[in-house]
């Protein structure tokens, strides 16, 4: 009868070795580590590697230059990973700024009072409303483009969508019972906001900037793309890819196909690792 | 010290009365239970007399003063589910370090253990927390103690156990107290006084009236 | 003949159940904590089985583990049957609603935002049902206007009452109620209760669990007493009306004392939380009868005509 008994646990299952959170971690950090690989090669790498030479001009992909080389004789290799460098810390400093406002906002809208919630909200609805490219190329090229404008143009316009989530869960929290209790032991609603509510925010908050991560590459990438972001002589993948577009009916793929590959690569890298940290982090799959 | 209600009438936007010219007075010292069919307001009367909601008629008196609501409250609610009154991120020792209750005379009166205050709430039962809730309420500053079915979801040792842990304390400070109850064993075990809430509600007569406009921002 | 045996013969029947959740401690760590261990019942049809015990006893995971509603990470061994049929988490998805109801514990199992006339019913408009809501919804107290309301609107006592009526409108031969009472006054309460006892008359199965130990005792057939996530006494309710005197248990007799008319004299000490469960007797460490042979695994045994987990039980 014993081994029947077994069958009865349908929830049951077997044990595995490695469990899942120190998966997701391993997972977590291999990934971090391959973007902050592609990072730092790209600040360190020598400037030399991407001199023109016109000897090597427009060759394909081969053992000496994998990704081929464009034009000028510059391998595409080099110039993919300074591109994709610069799209990280563009990115990195982008979406903290944003995250940030996002906390802020977001908090400020569910604990202070209704009118400022009201216009909070209105704002909101207002940054969501206009579509997100041209809002992006007006604050860009009215802040001087350049690395600046690319900057300031993706950190006021990505808060958004997680200063509502914030701001929602701001109120889920201040609507729970402790929060009542600690407000008649004497304690300020800052006191309150600050001891009780923002230790929630921390997972939100975490995986909110890494999932803005990706947003905030492509969004830079486009904006160069379209001529309103970074200058020309930095090595962007806008840059490479809106160079590229004149020599794709020539026949050179490899100029733009590369360089996107990569960009995808990244851009799903970061979202990965936001989801990895969601499973760890988020209190209903903690303990899976 | 005194706590006073008087013609206190309270329903949310839209709703019906659930309260309606309730007047009710106890004094500091007094142990008085409050009992009355399931329905008759008697969570939301201790809510309003605690303060957690704002009445749309009538007022809340403390020695005939009007409650302050800001600083600490005198009249300290102490609720059926201990568990969602207590922030689940904290350890039990920061539970108590919030109303300035971490001290010894504090855990031995009521039974805490020490090793409960590294622990997470998750990690204690029911009774255990709901010592820490009563902990909590009883400092100085606490002159009237309200009870909602603080025990009704504790088994009967624990029930009997805070109980009298918190019937001493009540005791010797001289603490108005104020349990909301359906065991009448209970209530004749722990109070002084009963009060029916059923013939101290008049929401029959305001059923025709209803409650219309007013009370929008009923809710806090 | 065979019908009577077939009668008799338990409906639902849990065998040495444990449950355990598997936790991440600090870090990567992982533990076990065993919530149920070796816990035994049976319920027979036309009987009510109440469980009493402390919060944490492991009554409500016992009902979420018969109905397969338990999380994730949580580990079950052990047997439950059902007219002898072994469940399995598929079995017990498809007996779920139909043949074995729960009456869950709070109005969060509840959906917010379904009407209640709809949710009693279970979405089913057919014209039997609109009828039987009727007659339960009456029955209950609750009027009728209810049904439009959604289950923020309904009052504690209310929304319990709604949560009965649903588990009574299907049609299930095995009813497991939790803590069906509190937030109900006494009428209501006994109400409740007197409805599963006429379910159980009918020749349904219900398994109670309750805090209020004391209108169990009046309204059950036999009283299963859990501690520490372990049956420690098995007996027949007049023995609880009767006194401490006829109980075995050491644990059972404490209940008694501690209810208000009894005395109202708990025991000192708590239940051992799982993850830091005594050697042997659960109960031991707070037990005046304590010897040595406590620490070992203390078996079931049958003492005037229930069963007891205790070697000094006389």
Not at chain 2, 14 to 21: A, F, S
Not at chain 2, 125 to 142: H, I, K, M, W, Y
Not at chain 3, 1 to 19: F, G, H, I, T, Y
Not at chain 3, 214 to 223: G, K, N, S, V
Request: aromatic residues 8%; contains cysteine.
């Amino acid at each position: 009868m014993s081994d029947m008994t077994a069958a009865v646990s349908g929830a049951q299952r077997r044990r595995i070795f490695v469990n899942r959170r120190t998966k997701t971690i391993l997972f977590a950090a291999l990934i971090f580590f391959v973007i902050l690989g592609v990072y730092l090669s790209g600040a360190l790498l020598s400037d030399d590697l991407i001199q023109a030479d016109f000897s090597k001009k427009a060759l394909k992909p081969s053992l000496e230059h994998p990704f081929g080389t464009d034009l000028l004789g510059r391998d595409m290799l080099v110039r993919t990973v300074k591109g994709l460098s610069v799209s990280i810390s563009v990115g990195m400093i982008a979406s903290s700024v944003s995250a940030v406002i996002a906390l802020f906002v977001g908090v400020a809208a569910a604990t202070g009072r209704s009118w400022l919630d009201h216009f909070i909200n209105w704002v909101i609805d207002l940054v969501m409303g206009i579509p997100h490219t041209v809002l992006l190329i007006l604050i860009s090229f009215a802040c001087g483009k350049g690395l600046k404008g690319v900057l300031i143009g993706v950190a006021v316009t990505h808060w958004t969508g997680l200063a509502r989530i914030i701001r929602s869960e701001v109120l889920q929290i201040g609507s729970q019972q402790y929060i009542g209790v600690s407000k008649k032991l004497g304690h300020s609603s800052w006191w309150i906001t600050v001891h009780h509510i923002l230790p929630h925010m921390v997972p939100q908050f975490i995986i909110g900037l890494i999932l803005l991560f990706p947003h905030a590459i492509m969004h830079e990438s486009g904006l160069t793309f379209l001529g309103f972001g970074l200058s020309p002589e930095q090595p962007a993948i806008g840059i490479i890819l809106s160079e590229s577009m004149k020599y794709l009916s020539s026949g050179m793929w490899w100029l733009a196909f590369f360089p996107g590959l990569m960009l995808v690569v990244i851009v799903l890298l970061f979202d990965r690792l936001g989801e990895n940290m969601k499973k760890i982090l988020d209190p209903y799959s903690a303990h899976e | 010290m005194r706590l006073e209600a008087r013609n206190l009438g309270f329903c949310y936007a839209g709703g019906p009365w659930i309260l309606k010219d309730v007047n009710f007075s106890m004094e500091e010292g007094e142990r008085v239970g409050l009992v009355g069919p399931s329905g008759y307001g008697k969570s939301t009367l201790v809510k309003l007399l605690a303060g957690y909601l704002e009445p749309c008629e009538g007022e809340i008196l403390l020695d005939g003063k009007p409650m302050e609501k800001k600083g600490v409250c005198p009249v300290q609610l102490i609720c059926q589910h201990p568990e969602k009154a207590i922030n689940p991120r904290w350890k039990m020792k920061k539970v108590l370090e919030e109303s300035g209750m971490y001290r010894e005379e504090v855990l031995e009166a009521l039974g805490i253990e020490e090793e409960w205050l590294e622990r997470y709430p998750r990690e204690l039962s029911g009774g255990e927390l709901q010592r820490f809730c009563v902990a909590r309420s009883l400092f100085g500053g606490t002159h009237f103690l309200l009870a909602d079915e603080m025990s009704t979801m504790l088994d009967v040792i624990t029930q009997a156990q805070i109980w009298n842990l918190m019937l001493r304390e009540v005791e010797k400070r001289k603490i108005g107290l104020l349990a909301v109850t359906h065991n009448m064993a209970l209530a004749d075990c722990v109070c002084t006084r009963t009060i029916n809430l059923a013939q101290v509600n008049h929401i029959k007569c305001a059923e025709e009236s209803g409650c219309k406009n007013g009370c929008e921002y009923g809710t806090v | 003949m065979k019908k009577e045996r077939m009668e008799n013969a338990p409906l639902l029947k849990v065998e040495d159940l444990s449950v355990s959740f598997h936790m991440y401690d600090k870090g990567l760590e992982q533990y076990d904590l065993k919530v149920i261990s070796n816990l035994s019942l049976d319920v027979k049809p036309g009987e009510i089985v109440a469980i009493a015990g402390s919060s944490g006893s492991g009554k409500s995971l016992l009902a979420h583990a018969v109905v397969g509603i338990l999380p994730e990470n949580a580990r079950l061994t052990g047997s439950i049957t059902y007219k002898g049929e072994i469940l399995d988490q598929k079995k017990k998805e498809a007996f779920r609603g139909t043949r074995i109801a729960l009456v869950p514990q709070s109005i969060a199992y509840l959906d917010p935002l379904m009407k209640v006339g709809k949710q009693v019913t279970g979405g089913d408009r057919g014209k039997e049902a609109e009828i039987s809501k009727k007659e339960i919804f009456k029955r209950f107290h609750l009027d009728e206007k209810i049904e439009k309301y959604y289950p923020f609107q309904l009052s504690g006592g209310m929304a319990r009452r709604v949560l009965v009526s649903t588990a009574v409108i299907s049609d299930a031969s095995l009813i497991i109620a939790d803590e069906p009472t509190p937030g109900l006054d006494l009428e209501m309460a006994l109400e409740a209760l007197k409805v599963f006892r006429e379910l159980a008359d009918e020749g349904k199965a219900v398994v109670l669990i309750t805090h209020d130990i004391d209108l169990a005792f009046h309204i059950a057939d036999r009283i299963a007493v859990f501690y520490a996530g372990t049956t420690v006494e098995m007996a027949k309710a007049e023995d609880f009306l009767e006194g401490a005197g006829k109980l075995r248990h050491p644990y059972s007799k404490a209940l008694w004392q501690a209810l208000p008319q009894n005395g109202f004299r708990p025991i000192p000490g708590f239940q051992p939380y799982a993850r830091y469960l005594p050697k042997g007797c659960l109960f031991s460490p707070r037990c005046p009868h304590k010897t040595k042979e406590c620490e070992n695994d203390i078996p079931m045994s049958e003492i005037r005509g229930g069963y007891v987990r205790c070697i000094h039980a006389t």
